[in-house]
């Protein structure tokens, strides 16, 4: 019996060992309403600010500390990865032991007994709060380019250096100037090089390819075909 309780003691310890080189908290809950902590690795306290034990203890519950707004979606996920037998893939706000919000992005699979019921749900948790804030700061720049865009009194584009110059990015000041929406010219295969004045080529490539190849800027006036058939200048 002594070396029974020694392997399990050692089996537990190497356990623990694991789990605190793991960057995230790793837990095993109950698979029910309630779902009660069974086991959750210290890491909690890092990354909520709440202690492992309290969650163990019952005083504390995932769902409770989960941000109103994202719950019914984490429940959401759980309850399609315990009906499907799959792994459940979620990010959702965890509520601060110091009152603000974290991001975290919370994976895990399910243990099922003999009918099929779930009985066991092993999970990891990691804090994503600092790739959160790098996506939400991307999204704001991307926002005000967009804008200051939109203010410009002309068409902002960029094109590939190809035969036809096909488009990546056109403002949506294009139409104004072609009739066409931008769309057209990033997913409908519209080319600007296309609706140029036929004596338009014949000058622009000269004054572009020497900017290209000098890494220098160019400009130039031609004209631009709209969409009835007449051209404007630009």
Request: no cysteine.
């Amino acid at each position: 019996r002594k070396s029974v309780e020694q392997a399990l003691n050692a089996s537990q310890q190497q356990i623990q060992t694991m789990t605190h080189s793991i960057p995230g908290v790793v837990l095993r809950a109950v698979a029910d309403d309630h779902w009660n902590i069974h086991y959750m690795s210290d890491a909690m306290a890092t990354i909520s600010g709440w202690p492992a034990s309290a969650f163990v203890a019952g005083e504390l519950s995932l769902p409770l500390l989960t941000h109103p707004d994202d719950l019914p979606n984490v429940l959401t996920h759980l309850e399609t990865a315990l009906a499907e037998h799959t792994t459940y893939d979620v990010e959702h706000r965890l509520l601060h032991r110091d009152g603000h919000y974290v991001w975290v992005w919370a994976r895990g699979v399910a243990s099922y007994d003999g009918q099929g019921k779930p009985l066991w749900v092993d999970g990891l948790i990691m804090d994503i709060s600092k790739r959160k804030m790098m996506e939400n700061a991307l999204e704001a720049s991307q926002a005000q380019i967009t804008s200051l865009i939109r203010s410009l009194p002309g068409i902002a584009l960029r094109v590939m250096i190809k035969d036809d110059w096909p488009v990546k990015f056109i403002s949506d000041a294009v139409e104004v100037f072609t009739g066409s929406p931008a769309l057209a010219f990033v997913h409908g295969g519209l080319y600007i090089a296309t609706l140029l004045h036929p004596d338009t080529l014949e000058m622009l490539l000269p004054i572009v390819a020497p900017a290209i190849a000098d890494h220098t800027t160019y400009s130039i006036e031609y004209r631009l075909r709209y969409h009835g058939g007449s051209y404007r200048w630009v």
